[in-house]
C-alpha cells in the first residue's frame, strides 16, 4: 500500500459548485498535512496547512484532517475556473521529517 | 520580491553530457530541496539541505549531485544525464524543514536524448 493514496482525476465541475477532494495515507505518525495548488507549467504553492485532526478555514478553502480515518480533504465553495489546476496533498510526521507527496488531482471548473 | 529561481527552464540534452541546473533563492532560507515530478509518480524529493555544506538524500537521489556552498544557492548536477532523468523538476526553499511555508522555483523542464 503506498503511503499517501490520491485520485488523478480529471475532475470536471460547474462553475459554483463546491468540489470535494480527498487523500488518504497508511502512516499514522503523520501530524502535519498541506494541500498544495499547481497551475499549468508553474511550481506548486501552498494553499492550506494543518496540524494534526481538525478543521481549517481560508476563504472560499477548507481543509479537513480525520486522523482516525487516516483521511485528509480540501473543500472548495463558490468554485470558479480560475480554480482549475493540479492539487497536491503532502504530509508529514514531524517537523524534521520529509514531506510524501499524493500524485495530485487536476480540476476543471466549467465556465 | 521573495522568490525562487531556477536556470535555465527548458533544456534538451544527450546522454552522457553533464549538465547543472542552478537555484537560487532570495529569502534568507536555510532548507532547499530538490524535486523531480513525473506523470503519475507526483513530486519526489530528490536531495535536501537543511544549511550550508548540509546535504542528504531523498527518495530517488540516485543520478543526480548537489552541493550547497552558499546559503541562497542549490545547483542541482547530473554528471551523467540518461532519459530516465527526462523530468520537470523543481528547487523549493522554506525557513524551516517543515514545509508550511515552502516556496517552489518555476520548474525546469529537462529532456535526455
Known amino acids: 500500500q503506498k503511503e499517501v493514496e490520491q485520485d488523478p482525476g480529471p475532475l470536471s465541475v460547474p462553475e459554483g459548485a463546491i468540489v470535494s477532494l480527498n487523500c488518504t495515507y497508511s502512516?499514522?505518525?503523520?501530524?502535519?498535512f498541506m494541500w498544495y495548488r499547481q497551475y499549468s507549467r508553474k511550481g506548486p504553492e501552498l494553499l492550506m496547512y494543518?496540524?494534526?485532526?481538525g478543521n481549517k478555514e481560508d476563504g472560499r478553502f477548507t481543509a479537513q484532517v480525520d486522523k482516525s480515518s487516516k483521511y485528509i480533504s480540501l473543500f472548495i465553495r463558490d468554485s470558479q475556473p480560475s480554480d482549475s489546476a493540479t492539487y497536491l496533498c503532502?504530509?508529514?510526521?514531524?517537523?524534521?521529517?520529509?514531506?510524501?507527496f499524493g500524485k495530485g488531482t487536476r480540476l476543471h471548473i466549467l465556465p | 520580491e521573495a522568490q525562487v529561481t531556477q536556470n535555465p527552464r527548458y533544456l534538451i540534452t544527450v546522454t552522457g553530457k553533464k549538465l547543472t541546473v542552478t537555484c537560487s533563492q532570495n529569502m534568507n532560507h536555510e532548507y532547499m530541496s530538490w524535486y523531480r515530478q513525473d506523470p503519475g509518480l507526483g513530486l519526489r524529493q530528490i536531495y535536501y539541505s537543511m544549511n550550508v555544506e548540509v546535504t542528504d538524500k531523498g527518495d530517488v537521489p540516485e543520478g543526480y549531485k548537489v552541493s550547497r556552498k552558499e546559503k541562497r544557492n542549490f545547483p542541482l548536477i547530473l554528471e551523467s544525464p540518461s532519459p530516465n532523468q527526462t523530468s520537470l523538476y523543481f528547487c523549493?526553499?522554506?525557513?524551516?524543514?517543515?514545509?508550511?511555508?515552502?516556496?517552489f522555483g518555476p520548474g525546469t523542464r529537462l529532456l535526455v536524448l
Open positions: 494543518t496540524y494534526s485532526s
Open positions: 503532502a504530509m508529514s510526521g514531524n517537523r524534521d521529517d520529509k514531506i510524501i
Open positions: 502512516n499514522s505518525a503523520f501530524q502535519y
Open positions: 523549493a526553499s522554506s525557513l524551516s524543514p517543515l514545509l508550511e511555508t515552502q516556496y
